[in-house]
């Protein structure tokens, strides 16, 4: 046994077996009628049963749901960025993280369609508990972030995770996609979490944290969405924390949420790749020795790439001049777009209760306060 065996994706050699064991669940039909909604079901099952590799899988199957979702719920997906990227070659590629299965999907068809290596990418394993979402989850290149465990296993779970991650960049060739933290941004401040870094650096061995991470070649990634699927799903934790109560998951939160990206309207997407973090890491490695202040150092570097290049869409300029009572960036939407923003908040949420509607509002209107430290015009 391979001691990634608990939280790898499936080999090859065990992608037709998976397949074939899966082949008849309802959730994998709801997948293929949704995706292939003309073509009768012994179509695409005979397709599947000859199918033998992850990029088989994804090529044929995930790539063509992907785009059905972005045809049925979107106004379609731009990128910027990826032209400065080399073919047949591995990054590490950390994101803000925005919804729990399109991030990552919509990443991966931006480098497919550019040529260029997709990534297996981390998924926390509270949300592939059922034994056919884990398949699922293997089948598409998926590795487990094992989640709740005590400090002692914790640690234990980093440390495999790191080296597997290392295993896949350097030795694979295979790019990795992860979040910039655990769970997704709930109110628009996309920040990166050090202690993601430091599982990282784990794995550096005899390097320097800095040279181990200019090896695996780092990649900010910003992803927006001019409507978040999910942003009234995401109100009741985001109450409970403001009035700093525990928030409790109920027993289906996770697989709404999922159902609720996948499905719910988004307008327009875009994902920007940043540059390799190569020049940044030369500087931080020349001005601070302590390896805490070098991570702290290359965290504030991922923040100023991801929150620059973050694309800024109406919703956003909306709701920073509805949240403050203004009329400064109303140039950049229409009375329309306006009015738009205003009936979906009117829907999603109990307009009566204003802590919640600030909260929803502020999860848009924040992404552009980020940028106006960086910038004085936008």
Not at 68 to 82: P, Y
Request: contains cysteine; aromatic residues 8%; hydrophobic residues 35%.
């Amino acid at each position: 046994m391979s001691k990634f065996d608990a939280i790898r994706p499936y080999y090859d050699a065990e992608v037709n077996q998976a397949i074939q064991s899966g082949i008849n669940h309802p959730i994998l039909k709801a997948m293929m009628q949704f995706t292939f909604p003309d073509v009768e079901d012994e179509v695409w099952k005979t397709q599947l049963r000859k199918t033998h590799s992850i990029r088989d899988f994804q090529c044929n199957f995930i790539y063509e749901a992907i785009q059905k979702v972005l045809q049925k719920s979107s106004d379609g997906l731009s990128t910027s960025g990826f032209e400065k990227l080399e073919p047949n070659t591995s990054y590490l590629f950390i994101s803000n993280h925005r919804d729990i299965i399109l991030d990552t999907s919509l990443l991966n068809i931006a480098l497919f369609d550019h040529g260029l290596v997709m990534t297996a990418s981390a998924i926390g394993d509270n949300l592939v508990k059922k034994d056919f979402l884990k398949s699922l989850s293997r089948l598409n290149r998926n590795f487990l972030v094992q989640r709740g465990l005590p400090p002692r296993e914790l640690l234990q779970s980093s440390q495999l995770m790191s080296e597997y991650m290392e295993q896949l960049l350097l030795r694979e060739n295979r790019s990795v996609w992860i979040a910039q933290r655990e769970g997704r941004t709930k109110d628009g401040n996309d920040a990166t979490h050090s202690g993601v870094l430091k599982m990282l650096a784990m794995a550096a061995g005899d390097r320097s944290a800095i040279d181990y991470f200019k090896e695996i070649k780092i990649v900010p990634v910003s992803i927006s969405y001019e409507y978040d699927p999910t942003d009234a799903l995401k109100m009741p934790q985001l109450m409970a924390e403001a009035n700093n109560e525990i928030y409790k998951k109920t027993s289906n939160e996770d697989f709404n949420n999922i159902l609720g990206g996948i499905l719910g309207q988004k307008k327009h997407i875009h994902i920007h790749v940043g540059d390799v973090l190569n020049t940044e890491l030369e500087t931080i490695k020349l001005e601070n020795s302590n390896t805490n202040k070098q991570i702290q150092a290359l965290t504030q570097a991922i923040d100023d790439s991801i929150l620059k290049s973050y694309k800024l869409w109406p919703t956003n300029f909306i709701a920073y001049d509805l949240l403050n009572a203004t009329d400064r960036f109303a140039d950049n939407y229409t009375e329309q777009e306006k009015s738009l923003f205003e009936r979906r908040l009117e829907m999603r949420i109990d307009g009566k209760n204003e802590q919640m509607k600030e909260s929803f509002l502020a999860m848009y209107a924040n992404p552009v306060v980020n940028k106006l430290k960086y910038y004085d015009k936008l």
